[in-house]
Protein backbone atom coordinates (compact mmCIF):
# COMPACT_ATOMS: atom_id res chain seq x y z
CA UNK A 1 0.00 0.00 0.00
CA UNK A 2 1.33 3.73 -0.96
CA UNK A 3 2.09 6.00 1.30
CA UNK A 4 -0.68 8.36 0.10
CA UNK A 5 -3.06 5.43 0.32
CA UNK A 6 -2.51 4.83 4.22
CA UNK A 7 -3.16 8.46 4.95
CA UNK A 8 -6.48 8.26 3.39
CA UNK A 9 -7.52 5.09 4.95
CA UNK A 10 -6.15 7.01 7.93
CA UNK A 11 -8.08 10.18 7.73
CA UNK A 12 -11.57 7.89 7.06
CA UNK A 13 -11.50 7.82 10.95
CA UNK A 14 -12.56 11.55 12.08
CA UNK A 15 -14.95 11.31 8.54
CA UNK A 16 -16.40 8.45 10.18
CA UNK A 17 -16.42 10.12 13.48
CA UNK A 18 -18.09 13.43 12.05
CA UNK A 19 -20.84 11.17 10.33
CA UNK A 20 -21.79 9.52 14.38
CA UNK A 21 -21.68 12.78 15.34
CA UNK A 22 -23.76 14.09 12.76
CA UNK A 23 -26.37 11.49 13.51
CA UNK A 24 -26.11 12.94 17.12
CA UNK A 25 -26.88 16.08 16.12
CA UNK A 26 -29.79 14.71 14.45
CA UNK A 27 -31.62 12.71 16.82
CA UNK A 28 -31.05 15.01 19.82
CA UNK A 29 -31.15 18.32 18.69
CA UNK A 30 -33.02 19.00 15.77
CA UNK A 31 -36.05 18.65 17.49
CA UNK A 32 -35.63 21.68 19.90
CA UNK A 33 -35.37 24.13 16.97
CA UNK A 34 -37.16 25.10 13.96
CA UNK A 35 -36.28 25.33 10.31
CA UNK A 36 -33.69 28.15 10.86
CA UNK A 37 -32.12 26.45 13.69
CA UNK A 38 -32.00 23.26 11.31
CA UNK A 39 -30.54 25.06 8.54
CA UNK A 40 -27.84 25.99 10.72
CA UNK A 41 -26.70 23.18 12.14
CA UNK A 42 -26.80 21.18 8.52
CA UNK A 43 -25.32 24.44 7.09
CA UNK A 44 -22.01 23.45 10.08
CA UNK A 45 -21.88 20.44 10.20
CA UNK A 46 -21.63 19.97 6.16
CA UNK A 47 -19.13 22.71 6.20
CA UNK A 48 -16.89 20.84 8.69
CA UNK A 49 -17.40 17.20 6.53
CA UNK A 50 -16.00 18.97 3.53
CA UNK A 51 -13.10 20.10 5.50
CA UNK A 52 -12.49 17.04 6.69
CA UNK A 53 -12.42 15.80 2.91
CA UNK A 54 -10.19 18.07 1.91
CA UNK A 55 -12.52 19.64 0.10
CA UNK A 56 -12.70 23.51 -0.23
CA UNK A 57 -15.49 25.67 -1.59
CA UNK A 58 -15.98 28.34 -3.94
CA UNK A 59 -18.97 30.22 -5.04
CA UNK A 60 -20.69 33.53 -6.24
CA UNK A 61 -21.51 33.75 -1.96
CA UNK A 62 -23.81 37.22 -2.66
CA UNK A 63 -25.79 35.29 -5.43
CA UNK A 64 -26.52 32.27 -3.38
CA UNK A 65 -26.88 34.14 -0.03
CA UNK A 66 -30.41 35.67 -2.39
CA UNK A 67 -31.79 32.38 -2.82
CA UNK A 68 -34.57 32.05 0.38
CA UNK A 69 -36.67 29.47 -1.07
CA UNK A 70 -37.96 27.64 -4.17
CA UNK A 71 -36.46 24.45 -5.92
CA UNK A 72 -32.84 24.38 -6.74
CA UNK A 73 -31.60 22.24 -10.00
CA UNK A 74 -28.30 20.80 -10.18
CA UNK A 75 -25.96 18.59 -12.47
CA UNK A 76 -25.08 15.84 -10.23
CA UNK A 77 -21.51 14.21 -9.67
CA UNK A 78 -20.98 12.76 -6.80
CA UNK A 79 -23.07 11.88 -3.72
CA UNK A 80 -20.62 14.94 -2.00
CA UNK A 81 -22.62 17.56 -4.06
CA UNK A 82 -25.55 17.16 -1.12
CA UNK A 83 -23.16 18.12 1.28
CA UNK A 84 -21.37 20.77 -0.91
CA UNK A 85 -25.15 22.58 -1.82
CA UNK A 86 -25.78 21.99 2.42
CA UNK A 87 -22.58 23.96 3.08
CA UNK A 88 -24.26 26.46 1.00
CA UNK A 89 -28.07 26.02 0.95
CA UNK A 90 -28.89 23.92 3.20
CA UNK A 91 -32.33 22.00 1.87
CA UNK A 92 -34.03 19.17 1.43
CA UNK A 93 -33.02 16.61 -1.25
CA UNK A 94 -35.21 14.38 -3.45
CA UNK A 95 -33.14 11.35 -3.63
CA UNK A 96 -33.41 7.45 -4.83
CA UNK A 97 -35.07 5.41 -2.91
CA UNK A 98 -32.24 3.31 -2.50
CA UNK A 99 -29.76 6.07 -0.65
CA UNK A 100 -32.18 5.03 2.76
CA UNK A 101 -30.33 2.01 2.58
CA UNK A 102 -27.02 3.46 3.19
CA UNK A 103 -24.79 3.03 6.24
CA UNK A 104 -25.34 5.90 8.28
CA UNK A 105 -25.64 7.96 5.59
CA UNK A 106 -29.08 7.03 5.02
CA UNK A 107 -30.32 7.43 8.52
CA UNK A 108 -29.07 10.89 8.19
CA UNK A 109 -31.06 11.65 4.74
CA UNK A 110 -34.18 9.60 5.92
CA UNK A 111 -33.80 12.50 9.23
CA UNK A 112 -33.39 15.41 7.05
CA UNK A 113 -36.54 16.23 4.97
CA UNK A 114 -35.24 13.69 2.52
CA UNK A 115 -38.13 12.94 -0.24
CA UNK A 116 -37.39 9.37 -1.33
CA UNK A 117 -37.89 8.39 -5.28
CA UNK A 118 -39.05 4.78 -5.63
CA UNK A 119 -37.79 3.50 -8.69
CA UNK A 120 -40.47 2.89 -11.65
CA UNK A 121 -43.73 3.44 -9.88
CA UNK A 122 -45.76 5.92 -11.24
CA UNK A 123 -47.82 5.84 -7.70
CA UNK A 124 -44.61 6.51 -5.99
CA UNK A 125 -43.47 9.24 -8.63
CA UNK A 126 -47.38 11.18 -7.48
CA UNK A 127 -46.74 10.64 -3.89
CA UNK A 128 -43.33 12.31 -4.63
CA UNK A 129 -44.77 15.08 -6.44
CA UNK A 130 -47.52 15.52 -3.76
CA UNK A 131 -44.53 15.55 -1.07
CA UNK A 132 -42.57 17.84 -2.76
CA UNK A 133 -45.24 20.42 -3.48
CA UNK A 134 -46.31 20.35 -0.08
CA UNK A 135 -43.01 21.18 1.29
CA UNK A 136 -42.37 23.85 -1.50
CA UNK A 137 -45.57 25.26 -0.18
CA UNK A 138 -45.02 25.13 3.11
CA UNK A 139 -41.70 27.82 2.26
CA UNK A 140 -39.23 24.63 2.59
CA UNK A 141 -36.17 25.00 0.22
CA UNK A 142 -35.49 21.49 -1.96
CA UNK A 143 -33.21 20.18 -4.18
CA UNK A 144 -32.96 17.79 -6.92
CA UNK A 145 -30.86 16.12 -9.56
CA UNK A 146 -32.80 16.06 -12.44
CA UNK A 147 -30.03 13.85 -15.09
CA UNK A 148 -31.31 11.17 -12.55
CA UNK A 149 -27.70 9.75 -12.17
CA UNK A 150 -23.99 10.89 -11.89
CA UNK A 151 -21.59 11.81 -14.04
CA UNK A 152 -17.63 12.42 -14.26
CA UNK A 153 -18.41 16.27 -14.47
CA UNK A 154 -17.64 16.64 -18.05
CA UNK A 155 -21.15 15.91 -19.75
CA UNK A 156 -24.47 17.32 -19.18
CA UNK A 157 -27.09 14.76 -19.38
CA UNK A 158 -31.08 15.43 -20.30
CA UNK A 159 -33.05 16.73 -17.79
CA UNK A 160 -36.16 15.21 -16.81
CA UNK A 161 -39.31 17.25 -16.58
CA UNK A 162 -41.36 15.58 -14.18
CA UNK A 163 -40.06 16.66 -10.88
CA UNK A 164 -39.88 20.45 -12.08
CA UNK A 165 -43.69 20.15 -11.89
CA UNK A 166 -43.57 20.56 -8.04
CA UNK A 167 -42.45 24.04 -8.60
CA UNK A 168 -44.85 24.73 -10.91
CA UNK A 169 -47.59 23.73 -9.38
CA UNK A 170 -46.00 25.63 -6.05
CA UNK A 171 -45.41 28.92 -7.79
CA UNK A 172 -41.98 28.80 -6.49
CA UNK A 173 -38.98 29.86 -8.45
CA UNK A 174 -36.51 27.70 -9.45
CA UNK A 175 -32.73 27.80 -9.38
CA UNK A 176 -30.19 26.14 -11.49
CA UNK A 177 -27.33 25.51 -10.47
CA UNK A 178 -23.63 23.89 -12.03
CA UNK A 179 -21.23 21.96 -9.72
CA UNK A 180 -17.80 21.23 -10.11
CA UNK A 181 -14.80 19.71 -8.95
CA UNK A 182 -11.19 21.47 -9.52
CA UNK A 183 -7.53 20.12 -8.22
CA UNK A 184 -5.27 22.32 -7.16
CA UNK A 185 -3.82 23.70 -10.21
CA UNK A 186 -7.84 24.54 -11.17
CA UNK A 187 -8.24 21.97 -14.01
CA UNK A 188 -11.40 19.64 -13.60
CA UNK A 189 -11.10 16.91 -11.25
CA UNK A 190 -12.61 13.70 -11.57
CA UNK A 191 -11.60 12.29 -8.18
CA UNK A 192 -15.20 12.77 -6.59
CA UNK A 193 -16.93 11.47 -9.37
CA UNK A 194 -19.37 8.08 -7.64
CA UNK A 195 -19.66 6.42 -11.37
CA UNK A 196 -19.26 3.16 -13.12
CA UNK A 197 -18.50 0.70 -10.60
CA UNK A 198 -17.35 3.10 -7.70
CA UNK A 199 -18.25 2.36 -4.23
CA UNK A 200 -18.70 4.22 -1.41
CA UNK A 201 -15.69 3.94 0.16
CA UNK A 202 -13.56 3.99 -2.98
CA UNK A 203 -15.35 7.10 -3.64
CA UNK A 204 -14.01 8.60 -0.39
CA UNK A 205 -10.34 7.37 -0.55
CA UNK A 206 -10.51 9.21 -4.09
CA UNK A 207 -11.55 12.08 -2.73
CA UNK A 208 -8.81 11.75 0.27
CA UNK A 209 -5.96 11.52 -1.94
CA UNK A 210 -6.66 14.23 -4.26
CA UNK A 211 -4.50 17.44 -2.87
CA UNK A 212 -6.13 20.83 -2.84
CA UNK A 213 -9.70 19.89 -4.11
CA UNK A 214 -12.04 22.83 -4.81
CA UNK A 215 -15.98 22.54 -4.91
CA UNK A 216 -17.44 25.65 -7.30
CA UNK A 217 -20.27 26.14 -7.02
CA UNK A 218 -22.58 28.45 -9.79
CA UNK A 219 -25.98 30.11 -10.29
CA UNK A 220 -26.57 29.64 -12.98
CA UNK A 221 -29.97 30.97 -13.82
CA UNK A 222 -33.42 31.70 -11.43
CA UNK A 223 -36.65 31.60 -13.01
CA UNK A 224 -39.38 33.29 -10.90
CA UNK A 225 -43.50 32.20 -11.38
CA UNK A 226 -45.15 32.01 -12.97
CA UNK A 227 -43.09 29.33 -14.47
CA UNK A 228 -43.29 27.64 -17.82
CA UNK A 229 -44.66 24.25 -18.98
CA UNK A 230 -42.24 22.06 -17.16
CA UNK A 231 -40.54 20.75 -20.21
CA UNK A 232 -39.55 24.66 -21.91
CA UNK A 233 -38.73 24.90 -17.86
CA UNK A 234 -36.05 21.77 -17.51
CA UNK A 235 -34.70 23.38 -21.12
CA UNK A 236 -33.96 26.33 -20.25
CA UNK A 237 -32.61 25.29 -16.65
CA UNK A 238 -30.78 22.51 -18.69
CA UNK A 239 -28.85 25.56 -20.68
CA UNK A 240 -28.27 27.43 -17.88
CA UNK A 241 -25.83 25.03 -16.26
CA UNK A 242 -24.64 23.64 -19.26
CA UNK A 243 -23.21 27.29 -20.46
CA UNK A 244 -22.12 27.63 -16.37
CA UNK A 245 -20.32 24.47 -16.84
CA UNK A 246 -18.57 25.07 -19.91
CA UNK A 247 -16.05 27.63 -18.89
CA UNK A 248 -15.58 24.99 -16.07
CA UNK A 249 -15.20 21.85 -18.35
CA UNK A 250 -13.66 23.57 -20.85
CA UNK A 251 -16.78 23.16 -23.27
CA UNK A 252 -17.45 20.04 -22.50
CA UNK A 253 -19.40 17.89 -24.57
CA UNK A 254 -23.46 18.62 -23.64
CA UNK A 255 -26.71 16.59 -24.76
CA UNK A 256 -29.42 18.49 -25.38
CA UNK A 257 -32.05 18.38 -22.89
CA UNK A 258 -35.44 17.25 -25.38
CA UNK A 259 -37.33 18.35 -27.83
CA UNK A 260 -39.36 20.73 -25.91
CA UNK A 261 -41.86 22.56 -28.90
CA UNK A 262 -44.56 23.13 -26.70
CA UNK A 263 -46.77 21.84 -29.94
CA UNK A 264 -44.77 18.26 -29.39
CA UNK A 265 -46.07 18.20 -25.35
CA UNK A 266 -45.63 13.96 -25.38
CA UNK A 267 -42.59 14.63 -27.20
CA UNK A 268 -39.85 11.75 -27.36
CA UNK A 269 -35.99 13.07 -26.03
CA UNK A 270 -33.41 13.35 -28.94
CA UNK A 271 -31.28 9.85 -29.17
CA UNK A 272 -29.21 9.79 -26.40
CA UNK A 273 -25.54 7.90 -25.59
CA UNK A 274 -25.70 5.04 -23.09
CA UNK A 275 -25.49 5.60 -20.08
CA UNK A 276 -23.30 3.54 -18.34
CA UNK A 277 -23.31 5.42 -15.00
CA UNK A 278 -24.70 4.43 -11.32
CA UNK A 279 -27.25 5.84 -8.99
CA UNK A 280 -30.17 6.04 -11.63
CA UNK A 281 -32.97 7.40 -10.15
CA UNK A 282 -36.38 6.16 -11.38
CA UNK A 283 -38.06 9.42 -12.40
CA UNK A 284 -41.21 9.73 -14.70
CA UNK A 285 -41.10 12.08 -17.50
Not at 102 to 119: K, Q, S, Y
Not at 159 to 188: E, K
Request: aromatic share 8%; proline share 6%.
Amino acid sequence: MSLPSLIARLRLLPVGLHLIYGALLVALLFRFGGALWRQRLKRAWSRQLLTLLGIRLESGAGELAAIEGGLLVSNHISFIDIYVINALLPSGFVAKSDVAQWPLIGWLARHNDTVFIERGSRKAAHLTHQHMRAALGAGRRLAIFPEGTTTAGDTLLPFHAALFQSAIDAAVPVHAIALSYHDHAGTRCAAPAYIADISLLDCLLSILQTRGLVARVTLAASFAPPLADRRPLAHSAHQAVAAAMAPAAGRAPVFPARDFNPANRGGKPFAQPAQPFRNEAAITR
